[in-house]
């Protein structure tokens, strides 16, 4: 079934990129990759992570603030339901009986 927190284009973005399977990936290399503004990617972030999907960790490199973002268990599954669900819509998964 498709998921409404990871629909939007950006917040699947950030979910593919993470599902990837690196364990922990920084602020920078996700709005990069993502091609996302620091806004944007936190505002979405931030919806990922009130929904228990994307965890947060914050620390700091030498004396610079950072941010390292990774999928929850419950984030994972959701993914990977969501992605299911497009793929059966487009006819290239047959649906479950």
Known sequence: M???VIHPLPRLSICALLAGGADWVEFKAVRD????????LSKHSRAL???GYLEVR?????RRPRT??????????AYLGHV?????MTGDV???Q
């Open 94 to 96: 047959p649906a479950e």
């Open 58 to 62: 914050k620390g700091a490199v030498g």
């Open 84 to 88: 299911a669900a497009l793929r059966r």
């Open 33 to 40: 990759s993502t091609e996302l503004s620091d806004s944007m």
């Open 2 to 4: 498709i998921d409404p």
């Open 68 to 77: 390292w973002f990774r999928l929850t268990d419950q984030g994972k599954a």
């Open 49 to 51: 992570e009130d929904a």
